[in-house]
């Protein structure tokens, strides 16, 4: 495909705003934006300056079907738009490849476009978007996970290359599967630091201070994972079998609300089965 293709983007959110800009650097047109009726979208198209702008509530649709298509809206909005989309210029779509970039959903849910001739996959940023990346350079380096139907893959694979990142393609129906997993080392991660910051705060430390205390402990426990296989990372009383110790820490999580121990008990459990 050659460089300046003409993109849609349905939803201009973190993600959303994040690819034009990345689509845009790479040198591709940013065509058409489509949204809601909001302030945040009707700002972002006017920032962006697209010669289309549509309503997704609006009765009919003016737009031209672009080479690509991304849906970056809520996950649970994907298949309204879907079958809104399918209703539109329902003869023109085998030109155009469709993709979206959630994580735990499959391109399956984007069949009603791929039964008129798009190509179809499911291209997702492993990373945490708190707000849009502006520049190549923000994002490079980190991994995509694509699946879809060969043309859809083989496109991504194409313009994550583009962006400088790396991808790693998975079957369809373990992409819950892969997500339940980055989401235990991104906001799981910070729900358990949580706990551990609070049992600090419990212990009469200051948040401020807690948390000064806990990031070389953190920094170096990654620094082992990064360099160690996870049984040689694993230190502390379930390594080393101290069930001493182990039992005096439960019987102090017993003093707080019941997910301190549960949290603490599940992932013991599972140092058991690492530790060397
Ligand atoms: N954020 C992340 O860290 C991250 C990382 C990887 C992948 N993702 C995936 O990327 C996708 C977008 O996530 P996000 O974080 O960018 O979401 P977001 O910041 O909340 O943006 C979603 C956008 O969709 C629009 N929208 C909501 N409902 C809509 C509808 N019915 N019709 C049209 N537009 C609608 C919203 O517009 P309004 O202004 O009207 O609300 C907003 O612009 C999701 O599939 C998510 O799983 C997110």
């Keep these: 495909m050659s460089k300046s293709l003409c993109v849609a983007i349905v939803g201009l959110g973190r993600v959303g705003n994040t690819l034009a800009f990345l689509l845009k650097e790479i ?22 300056q697209t010669d289309y ?23 649970n909005v994907i298949s309204n738009i879907v079958s809104r989309l399918a209703t539109y210029k329902t003869d023109l779509w085998q030109k155009t490849i469709v993709f979206h970039c959630a994580g735990a959903l499959s391109s399956q849910i984007l069949l009603p476009l791929a039964k008129l001739g798009a190509s179809v996959g499911s291209i997702h940023p492993l990373k945490s978007f708190a707000l849009p990346i ?4 923000e994002i490079e380096g980190i991994y995509w996970c694509i ?7 083989t496109f991504a694979e194409h313009l994550v290359k583009l962006t400088k990142g790396k991808s790693v393609a998975i079957e369809p129906n373990k992409k819950a599967l892969y997500h339940a997993a980055a989401v235990m080392s991104c906001g799981h991660l910070v729900a358990l630091l949580d706990l551990s910051l609070k049992m600090l705060i419990e212990c009469g430390i200051s948040q401020e201070q807690a948390k000064e205390m806990l990031l070389p402990l953190i920094e170096g426990t990654i ?12 230190t502390g009383p379930f390594a080393r079998e101290d069930y001493q110790t182990v039992n005096q820490h439960l019987q102090a999580l017993k003093k707080l609300p019941e ?13 058991l089965a690492i530790k060397p």
């Design 147 to 153: 699946e879809g139907d060969e043309r859809a893959k």
């Design 27 to 48: 040198g591709y047109h940013i065509e058409t934006v489509i949204g809601r009726n909001s302030q945040q979208t009707i700002k972002a198209f006017e920032a962006w």
């Design 223 to 234: 620094k082992n994972f990064a360099t160690k296989t996870p049984s040689q990372a694993l």
């Design 53 to 75: 702008f549509t309503l997704t509530s609006e009765p009919s649709w003016n737009f031209p079907l672009p080479d690509l298509l991304f849906i970056t809206t809520p996950d």
């Design 259 to 271: 997910d301190y121990l549960t949290v603490y008990s599940l992932l013991g459990r599972h140092s």
């Design 134 to 137: 502006k520049s190549i350079t």
